[in-house]
């Protein structure tokens, strides 16, 4: 639930950016904002995400705690209980990354919020491969492998663990502005708020495995999701 609220905060950002009025953008800019082919995949990436919610059934976790031999040697360092405070942090993270590259495109005009639409594919499409990906793969995430995970082993997010969402939700939209800044102005701040974005990425990545939410490999293949999405959007459309 979680992950639909934090997403459902950031579509709330996107149709405010794209509605409310800005300063003009100039005449060589494409304005169209939001075309045909950009419904699609808003719709389709919307539809991958929710099926697998609909048509898989997830039985719950008999052993826990899990055998630690199922997990890679180099991985079993990150088995704990859930921790808290990274978890939080990771949403925090995630949410404002979403909101500060959109907030900075949003002010650039109708390239600007061209550039918002393809980040919100990019940002809906990771999300939908990653949820079908967790239900194929079924991972165990590293706190059924401990004692305390006992009350989630009814849960089928406690199975979720490759790959990780927030990882390929933060490159993702980190990866888009990447790709957009040079498009939607020449200001040399567009630098370093890319590498911030990048960075508020990678520190998403590192905060889910300190909660003991993910392995190492789940994180950064959530990462080469973004990164990927992002790229093929913006090849697609620009």
């Not at 630690?68 to 180099?74: D, I, K, L």
């Not at 209980?81 to 907030?103: C, E, N």
């Not at 990771?126 to 082993?153: D, H, Q």
Request: with cysteine.
């Amino acid at each position: 639930m979680r992950r639909l609220s934090l997403r459902s905060t950031l579509l709330t950002v996107l149709a405010l950016n794209l509605f409310i009025p800005h300063q003009a953008a100039s005449q060589s800019q494409d304005t169209t904002v939001l075309g045909g082919l950009d419904v699609v995949a808003i719709v389709g990436a919307g539809a991958l995400f929710l099926g697998p919610h609909s048509l898989w059934e997830v039985d719950s976790v008999e052993c826990v705690p899990c055998d630690p031999s199922e997990v890679p040697a180099f991985e079993r360092w990150t088995i704990a209980p859930v921790r808290k405070v990274p978890d939080t942090i990771s949403d925090f993270l995630l949410l404002g990354i979403g909101i500060a590259s959109w907030v900075d495109m949003a002010n650039e005009g109708a390239a600007g919020r061209a550039g918002i639409v393809s980040s919100a594919e990019s940002f809906l499409i990771s999300a939908g491969i990653t949820e079908v990906l967790k239900k194929l793969a079924g991972r165990k995430r590293p706190y059924l492998y401990t004692p305390e995970g006992a009350p989630f082993a009814g849960s089928a997010s406690a199975q979720e663990s490759w790959p990780s969402g927030h990882s390929a939700a933060a490159a993702s939209l980190a990866a888009s502005y990447w790709l957009t800044r040079d498009r939607i102005s020449s200001d040399a701040g567009n630098d370093a708020h890319a590498w911030a974005l990048a960075t508020g990425a990678v520190g998403v990545a590192a905060l889910r495995v300190a909660a003991a939410k993910h392995f190492p490999s789940d994180v950064l293949s959530g990462l080469a999701i973004g990164i990927l999405t992002a790229g093929l959007v913006h090849t697609v459309k620009f």
